[in-house]
């Protein structure tokens, strides 16, 4: 057994564990203990249905398979291939040809290879990737002066003003206009999602993949019945461990995270409840709430095994250089930098470093990393 499947077979039994003492807590948990958490998830429902913006209308651009497209692009012949992007020990996307014999992102290489035989694994060109991300970004301010990226292959745009300055033009005729553009720009395919918030946006790009967009209309009853019958996969934030916690309370849509409120204010911390009601009643941000301020910025590389530095550091610049450049852009210096990390055994750490007069350069964001954390 490799180290990956060890490694994922620990985990799985952790969470079994985890499971079963929910479950345990379940049947402890009288009528009366239930109507009271029934009652403080109505009131937050309540509450925060109350504050919900329809008139706001966001975009999540999407780039398809991003890095494998790039690849592709540049090599004609791969483009009637299966590949994925990254090494052996894990891989960092894959095409959809690919992705039709169960090859995905996060995956060990040799795992994929066993379940596509033909498949060609492409390494990482970090450089490229954040060169042709700059290129096709460039569409975005015409459209929305204030858009934010996330990662190097994705988006949000609020074309509110955009549209109500030109009321001729149909919502999807503009975003398909972005998509366009982008296509003229990079000559890749993006697909997006048009939603009353950053959530709903982003669970829409999915919709019509690749190359393709959906719009969600911006009202309750809409959005109501779109949430329904969403499995709660689809929702940003809820991944494997919480989709498993959920499947053993019998919850697998969305509409039923509603349903069973009072049971999900019972076993989950107050902070993962209001998340998952946050999730049943489609609530998320847009890039208009200015009391919200966000709190960090994050970017990361995967690549094979090693111990060299060298290689370390070529991948740790370009990361940099992405950091220094939002933060110029907003303004900002950072105070506390943390590097997260995944040995070969795919157990993860982390190690931070407070820096009270903050840093702002791509160099002294570099020199922080390689100093403190001697590497």
């Known amino acids: 057994m490799s180290s990956f499947e060890k490694a994922k077979l620990v985990r799985q039994e952790r969470h079994l564990e985890d499971i079963n003492a929910m479950l345990s807590r379940l049947k402890l948990l009288t009528p009366q203990e239930l109507q009271q958490s029934e009652a403080i998830a109505t009131r937050y429902c309540n509450h925060i249905q109350a504050n919900v913006e329809y008139s706001r209308i966001i975009v999540h651009v999407d780039m398809d398979s991003f890095y494998a497209s ?6 004609p012949e791969l483009r009637d291939k299966p590949i994925a992007v990254g090494g052996n020990s894990m891989l960092c996307t894959a095409n959809y040809k690919a992705r039709e014999f169960g090859v995905r992102s996060a995956m060990p290489g040799y795992l994929a290879k066993e379940k596509c035989p033909d498949l060609m694994i492409v390494p990482v060109s970090m450089d490229k990737y954040i060169a042709v991300s700059h290129q096709f970004r460039s569409v975005f301010p015409e459209f929305d002066p204030n858009f934010d990226m996330v990662g ?3 988006g949000y745009l609020d074309i509110t003003e955009y549209a109500k300055n030109r009321p001729q033009m149909e919502i999807e005729e503009i975003v398909n206009d972005i998509r366009s553009k982008v296509f003229g ?3 890749l395919t993006c697909s997006a999602g048009i939603a009353i918030n950053k959530t709903l ?10 190359n393709g967009q959906f719009r969600l209309p911006s009202n309750p009853t809409d959005i109501s019945t779109f949430l329904f019958d969403l499995n709660v996969k689809k929702m940003p934030g809820i991944g494997p461990v919480t989709q498993q916690r959920l499947a053993a309370l019998n919850i ?14 019972s076993l989950f911390t107050a902070h993962t409840a209001e998340f998952l009601m946050d999730c049943a009643l489609g609530i998320g941000g847009n890039m208009t709430n200015t009391s919200y301020e966000r709190k960090s910025i994050g970017t990361e590389s995967t690549f094979q095994p090693t111990q060299s530095v ?3 550091h070529r991948h740790l610049t370009p990361m940099c250089d992405e950091i220094a450049d939002w933060l110029k852009k907003h303004c900002m210096r950072a105070k506390t930098i943390t590097l997260v990390f995944k040995d070969c055994d795919f157990q993860r750490g982390s190690r931070g470093k407070t820096i009270p007069s903050g840093v702002v350069t791509a160099d002294d964001i570099f ?3 390689k100093n403190y954390f001697m590497i």
Request: net charge positive.
């Open 152 to 154: 190097v292959d994705e």
């Open 252 to 265: 697998n849509k969305c509409g039923e995270l509603l349903d069973k409120k009072d049971q999900i204010f």
């Open 367 to 369: 020199k922080i990393v």
């Open 310 to 312: 060298g290689l370390f």
């Open 70 to 75: 790039v690849e592709m692009r540049d090599n």
């Open 201 to 210: 946006a982003k669970v829409c790009s999915n919709l019509n993949k690749p």
């Open 185 to 187: 720009k990079v000559n």
